[in-house]
């Protein structure tokens, strides 16, 4: 079992940065796993920003492509969204997720593809 929290959220301007932070369990050492981000804004489905998987192959949407940058500690277990140039839309709440790797590509940010979630950090952008 994976446990996976999240950190980093907050207020911030249009145009501000944040990084996000998600501790996984020390459960996910033993094996591999594809991490990802995924957020949900008020009244709008789920949807996946970024993922990272294998030797670090990266996925993005393409809201989040040129602006956000996911990167991963795998001796610490952490997981990172460096997020710049943020604009109104990108508020919402913050997942982090894990599965088991490998992971076919068109995956990666499927919802439904992801086990383990975290509880979710807010990102609000004014």
């Known amino acids: 079992h994976v446990q996976l929290v999240e950190s980093g959220g907050g207020s911030v301007q249009a145009g501000g940065s944040l990084t996000l932070s998600c501790a996984a369990s020390d459960s996910t050492y033993d094996r591999e796993y594809c991490m990802a981000w995924f957020r949900q804004a008020p009244g709008k489905e789920r949807e996946g920003v970024a993922a990272?998987?294998?030797?670090?192959?990266?996925n993005y949407a393409y809201s989040a492509a040129g602006r956000f940058t996911i990167s991963r500690d795998n001796a610490n277990n952490a997981l990172y969204l460096q997020m710049n140039s943020l604009r109104s839309e990108d508020t919402a709440m913050y997942y982090c997720?894990?599965?088991?790797?490998?992971?076919?590509?068109?995956?990666?940010?499927?919802?439904?593809?992801?086990?383990?979630w975290g509880q979710g950090t807010q990102v609000t952008v004014s």
């Open positions: 997720a894990a599965e088991p790797d490998p992971m076919p590509p068109a995956a990666r940010l499927m919802v439904l593809a992801y086990k383990y």
């Open positions: 990272i998987c294998g030797s670090g192959y990266t």
